[in-house]
């Protein structure tokens, strides 16, 4: 395929799954590896899990910088900007619409039914992700027991980015046992040093007060979209003073009820500090420091792989990045799994695609409209 048809390709996934891909990170993620993976064959599992661990060591939302890399890998630097763009603009412009709404009648955002349909569906497709991703990425028994602490830790309320670390350091370290000596500095891997001062002053509300701001939530935040409620609150809320609690829940609620990255919240507290304008500020704030750091480490994953340290550490980071996705799911699972159609919905999608495998993406889709038929009911 030519590269111009590449980039086509890459825009059109992207904008599909920017527009349908409900439920948080974690879906995202299955979805991705549905899509690039099994059925359209870009890379294989072990290239996929590479890229997955490298992103999810970086500040951001994870799961839109593996869609960036993805294009990337597909469709060069032309298809990182566009793939990226892609994905994330079906839900700007979703959540930009529950900010008019919301700013203009003082509507609180609703599902009206779409997460009752949706969230036992992605239980099923993350579920069958996580199986798959599994039996490439556990090349010894032992990887299991990585996989399954990190799940425990993480529903324990240990820092991600620790359980990361944590899960690449024993890797590494099992791997390099007869090496290891007294003096081992500087052979693991940390996460990139990108962490900006925190504003001295009580800036503004102005277009460079919103665009450092969310540029500086953009390079501090881990944990993709889960880590950033509690900054949001300690800045927006108790520091600036920007919002009220209220105002925050309500944007939060936005980003979470929409497909695509959770992070396009700030699009929703944009438009309530500015209108348009800020939403716009904010969301390309929040968002540019990604496409920068993906442009950065994407290129570096082959060299990391035939690394003696790097490279078994970038399977421990994998393995506990599934371990993470495992403990989301099983968040997830507990929220959205509430009652007897919700059980049963979340049963068929897991039966459908264990049989089938149709696309995850149109099981979704079903799933929302089962959910909104179902609220007007």
């Known amino acids: 395929m030519r ?33 690039t993976v099994r059925r359209r064959q870009w890379l294989d599992d072990r290239e996929f899990l590479d890229l997955l661990g490298a992103v999810t060591l970086l500040p951001g939302p994870s799961s839109t910088q593996l869609a960036i890399v993805l294009s990337r890998r597909r469709a060069g630097w032309l298809g990182l900007v566009v793939g990226g763009a892609c994905f994330i603009a079906p839900a700007m412009a979703i959540v930009l619409t529950l900010a008019w709404a919301y700013d203009r009648y003082g509507a609180t955002p609703a599902g009206g039914g779409v997460l009752d349909g949706v969230e036992p569906v ?3 497709v993350v579920g069958v992700a996580l199986w798959e991703l599994g039996r490439s990425a556990l090349k010894r028994r032992w990887f299991t027991l990585i996989g399954l602490a990190t799940s425990g830790a993480y529903l324990a309320g240990v820092n991600p980015l620790l359980l990361l670390l944590g899960g690449g350091a024993v890797v590494a370290l099992h791997a390099n046992r007869d090496r290891v000596v007294s003096r081992t500095g500087g052979m693991l891997p940390v996460a990139p040093a990108l962490l900006s001062a925190a504003l ?13 701001e969310f540029a500086k939530l953009g390079v501090v935040v881990f944990g993709s979209g889960y880590g950033l409620l509690a900054f ?78 790097l490279g078994p550490a970038l399977d421990g980071i994998t393995v506990a990045a599934l371990g993470l996705m495992a403990g989301v799911t099983i968040q997830l699972g507990v929220r959205a799994i509430h009652d007897a159609f919700t059980a049963v919905l979340a049963l068929a999608s897991l039966a459908i695609l264990l049989r089938w495998r149709p696309n995850a993406a149109l099981l979704v889709a079903a799933g929302a409209a089962i959910g909104v038929t179902r609220a007007l009911l």
């Open 3 to 35: 590269h111009g048809g590449r980039l086509r390709e890459v825009a059109a996934l992207m904008l599909k799954l920017g527009t349908i891909a409900f439920g948080g990170p974690a879906v995202h993620v299955a979805m991705l590896r549905d899509e």
């Open 200 to 212: 001295a002053a009580r800036p503004r509300v102005g277009a460079g007060a919103v665009a450092a």
């Open 232 to 309: 949001l609150q300690a800045d927006l809320v108790d520091h600036l003073h920007w919002l009220t609690e209220e105002q925050l829940l309500d944007a939060v609620a936005a980003g979470q009820i929409t497909p695509g990255p959770v992070f396009t919240t700030a699009t929703f507290v944009g438009y309530l500090l500015g209108g348009v304008p800020l939403a716009l500020v904010a969301t390309a704030a929040i968002f540019l420091p990604s496409f920068a750091m993906v442009a950065v480490v994407e290129p570096v994953v082959v060299r990391v792989r035939r690394s003696r340290w």
């Open 122 to 124: 992605v239980v099923g």
